[in-house]
């Protein structure tokens, strides 16, 4: 069964340091969103591409915030000197390929820790 | 802009036994989704249920099934049989329908907990 994978699973980091997470989506969905998900609250969208084009950047997504989808296929999130709001669990998913065509996958999450 | 409400935190019920959680919505959209995901401990996050707003008729899924009010703008979960492998967090989602699939809009969600 070949989901939605996400590495690393977990993260620790020290403020102020740049960290990067990867996506790899069901291989035949054209479309990979970005979430993050902070304790006690639902995922919150960040961002999302179809292909290899970012359609929409929600305002959440700050300018220490980058993502990119080379060749439409896996896609990086790269937080730059991060602080220790940025602590929580970052999702990706994924759609497209065959009916039920508006079902997001998710993957399962990098959680991201900022000391 | 649209929002999704859940005001139940957390919920519990006996195992066999039948459990509603509760749903608003506020959208100025005519046409869009519905959607009660599960995301059990430390798991990936699953679809419960699915339903198009230009749907009269309530979804099912096996024990799964929701009460969609579109003038009341209300989308409860209703879990008949309760087992324990129900036990999770259940999140209520929105999506605008478009050209293609939109971003997800989440309530907070409702910790529910399964009880032998």
């Known amino acids: 069964d070949t989901g939605v994978s996400q590495d690393p699973r977990h993260k620790i980091t020290k403020r102020g340091q740049n960290v990067t997470f990867r996506c790899d989506p069901i291989?035949?969905?054209?479309?990979l969103y970005w979430y993050r998900q902070t304790l006690g609250q639902g995922p919150e969208f960040l961002t999302y591409?179809?292909?290899?084009?970012?359609?929409?950047k929600s305002r959440l997504l700050s300018d220490r915030f980058s993502a990119e989808r080379p060749k439409g296929s896996f896609s990086t999130l790269e937080i730059q000197r991060t602080e220790q709001g940025d602590s929580a669990m970052y999702l990706c998913a994924s759609t497209g390929g065959y009916p039920p065509y508006n079902e997001q996958f998710f993957g399962p999450g990098t959680r991201l820790t900022v000391l | 802009a649209q929002t999704v409400t859940q005001s139940q935190p957390e919920m519990s019920v006996q195992e066999a036994e039948t459990v509603t959680l509760s749903c608003t919505y506020d959208?100025?959209?005519?046409?869009?989704?519905l959607f009660w995901y599960k995301q059990p401990p430390s798991r990936q996050m699953i679809l419960v249920i699915r339903q198009e707003a230009y749907k009269q008729q309530n979804a099912t899924e096996n024990r799964f099934s929701v009460n969609f009010q579109k003038a009341a703008k209300s989308f409860s979960l209703k879990i008949s049989d309760s087992q324990l492998g129900d036990t999770a967090m259940y999140f209520c989602?929105?999506?605008?329908?478009?050209?293609?699939?939109?971003?997800?809009?989440f309530g907070k969600g409702t910790r529910l907990s399964v009880i032998a």
């Open positions: 591409f179809q292909n290899e084009a970012q359609l929409e």
């Open positions: 959208t100025s959209e005519s046409n869009y989704y």
């Open positions: 989602a929105f999506m605008k329908h478009g050209s293609g699939n939109t971003p997800l809009v």
């Open positions: 291989s035949e969905h054209n479309r």
